[in-house]
């Protein structure tokens, strides 16, 4: 299984909603944002390289808590990528190591779309602002084009009561509110997902509630 995170735009905790649903699915994340990587990098090769057929697939798998595929952060890195070779890249480690979460890059980006094509289902975060809606409908759409699934999407960082009903009717397909916790905001950086620094908390419910919908 091979699933998206996607977002409508920007700064809507998508990276981190990607990390955290892969602890919850002991699944490899993969930074597929190209050109604005967000999860922990660290030394040796990463997606840059094996995109632009300098490693393995395989070789750029960084274990921890949860395994990590990371991505070059220079645009020289990004400018050398082969797009269209990211399929064969994510089916390999697909086959090494089972599911595989990709975080998309985000918005509606000339390479956004090419994670979606490549993935079996797709999971939207959406911000609970309601001008942030439309661009998340979009994306739904993009994914609905490329064959991408929706299984469901996440309203994050959630301070009040949520519109969780409009946005499942929106984006037709089962909506969960993910509160505003620190902790969730800290999980990428401290390499410390929610759902094992906090297994009983309110955003670690969500994150599980989000996963249990990913077919496996």
Same mark, same amino acid.
């Given at each position: 299984m091979i699933l998206a995170v996607a977002g409508g735009k920007g700064?809507? +905790?998508k990276t981190t909603l990607a990390y955290n649903v892969a602890a919850?699915?002991?699944?490899?994340?993969?930074?597929?944002?190209?050109?604005?990587?967000? %999860? @922990?990098?660290? $030394?040796g090769p990463n997606l840059h390289d094996v995109l632009a057929g300098r490693a393995d697939p395989t070789e750029v798998v960084r274990a921890g808590p949860v395994d990590i595929v990371p991505c070059g952060r220079t645009l020289a890195g990004a400018r050398?990528?082969?797009?269209?070779?990211?399929?064969?890249?994510t089916a390999a480690i697909e086959r090494d190591h089972g599911t595989v979460v990709l975080?998309? @890059?985000? +918005? /509606?980006r000339a390479d956004a779309g090419v994670p979606l094509a490549v993935a079996?289902?797709?999971? %939207?975060?959406?911000?609970p602002r309601a001008f942030a809606l439309a661009?998340?409908? $979009?994306? $739904? =759409? %993009?994914a609905r084009e490329l064959d991408a699934g929706l299984v469901g999407c996440a309203v994050n960082r959630v301070t009040e009561e949520p519109p969780t009903e409009a946005v499942a009717d929106a984006l037709e397909a089962p909506a969960a509110a993910v509160p505003a916790d620190p902790r969730v905001g800290r999980s990428v950086a401290a390499e410390r997902p929610v759902v094992?620094?906090? @297994?009983?908390?309110?955003?670690? $419910?969500?994150?599980? =509630?989000?996963? +249990? /919908?990913?077919p496996r």
């Open positions: 700064g809507v +905790g919850a699915l002991d699944a490899v994340v993969v930074d597929a944002d190209l050109g604005m990587a967000d %999860l @922990p990098g660290g $030394r050398a990528c082969d797009l269209s070779a990211l399929s064969d890249a975080d998309c @890059p985000a +918005g /509606r079996d289902a797709c999971l %939207l975060v959406v911000s661009d998340a409908v $979009r994306t $739904r =759409e %993009l094992d620094a906090a @297994p009983d908390s309110d955003a670690a $419910r969500a994150i599980k =509630e989000l996963a +249990g /919908r990913v």
